[in-house]
């Protein structure tokens, strides 16, 4: 492909020398009122070949890239079943070829089956990882606010009750006073713990990433990575 977009590097001054002259020659053309010139149609000659050879040259191009893709992956189905042969596995996710017992093993329902599936200690110890981050957030998340904070906005909205109460009194408006020392608290507590709330499962508590999506059934299958399976 860098061949290719050499050559029609290249190519650009012979276009314009081409379209030059038959520019020029059209000019000519019509000032001497001669139907076709000669020149006219070897440059015409030239942009139609010049045209073809970049047309096969892609083709060519895409023809040999193909190939090579179809070689590649019928190397690789070789060594599959090479692996498999061997009473080894590919890894489903990875690709990675296992041929000894450094192997993760993990349960999983597929397709209504409970299978153990078998993963490179790569890929299985990162979503084994996975998991227990799931579990400390899933326990982060029902337990709401840390306790600290919890009492910490409790604190300052009995401060601020007090506050607007003492504010309120005096000014005389007592009555004023003993209802914001209530309202106002609540109000502000229940927005600033919504707020609090979302930066916490934001930056303190976020959702941690899956590594990857549990494979098909038929591909564990293919990659004779199912140690057993269960009905």
């Known amino acids: 492909m860098h061949r290719?977009?050499?050559?029609?590097?290249?190519l650009?001054?012979?276009?314009?020398?081409?379209?030059?002259?038959?520019?020029?020659?059209?000019?000519?053309?019509?000032?001497?009122?001669?139907?076709?010139?000669?020149?006219?149609?070897?440059?015409f000659a030239i942009f139609v070949g010049v045209i073809y050879l970049i047309y096969k040259s892609i083709s060519e191009a895409s023809r040999k890239s193909e190939r090579k893709k179809f070689e590649a992956k019928l190397?690789?189905?070789?060594?599959?079943?090479?692996?498999?042969?061997?009473?080894?596995?590919?890894?489903?996710?990875?690709?990675?070829?296992?041929?000894?017992?450094?192997?993760?093993?993990?349960?999983?329902?597929?397709?209504?089956?409970?299978?153990?599936?078998?993963?490179?200690?790569?890929?299985?110890n990162s979503y084994r990882n996975y998991e227990k981050e799931y579990d400390k957030y899933q326990k982060r998340d029902s337990e709401g606010l840390p306790d600290w904070l919890g009492i910490l906005i409790f604190v300052l909205m009995i401060a601020l009750g007090l506050y607007i109460l003492i504010k309120d009194c005096i000014r005389g408006e007592v009555f004023m006073g003993i209802i914001g020392m209530f309202i106002t608290p609540t109000?502000?507590?229940?927005?600033?713990?919504?707020?609090?709330?979302?930066?916490?499962?934001?930056?303190?508590?976020?959702?941690?990433?899956?590594?990857f999506k549990?494979?098909?059934?038929?591909?564990?299958?293919?990659?004779?990575?199912i140690v057993r399976r269960k009905v």
């Open 4 to 10: 290719l977009l050499v050559f029609l590097t290249l």
């Open 12 to 43: 650009i001054p012979l276009f314009a020398s081409a379209q030059s002259v038959y520019m020029h020659e059209a000019q000519e053309e019509s000032e001497n009122s001669e139907p076709i010139s000669a020149l006219g149609i070897i440059a």
């Open 75 to 124: 190397e690789e189905t070789k060594r599959q079943q090479s692996t498999i042969n061997e009473g080894g596995f590919i890894c489903p996710v990875c690709g990675k070829h296992v041929i000894d017992d450094n192997y993760v093993t993990m349960w999983r329902i597929l397709e209504g089956h409970s299978c153990a599936i078998k993963f490179c200690k790569s890929c299985g």
């Open 187 to 211: 109000v502000v507590g229940g927005i600033l713990g919504l707020v609090l709330q979302f930066f916490i499962k934001l930056f303190w508590n976020p959702k941690p990433i899956e590594p």
């Open 214 to 225: 549990i494979p098909s059934l038929k591909h564990i299958k293919e990659c004779n990575a």
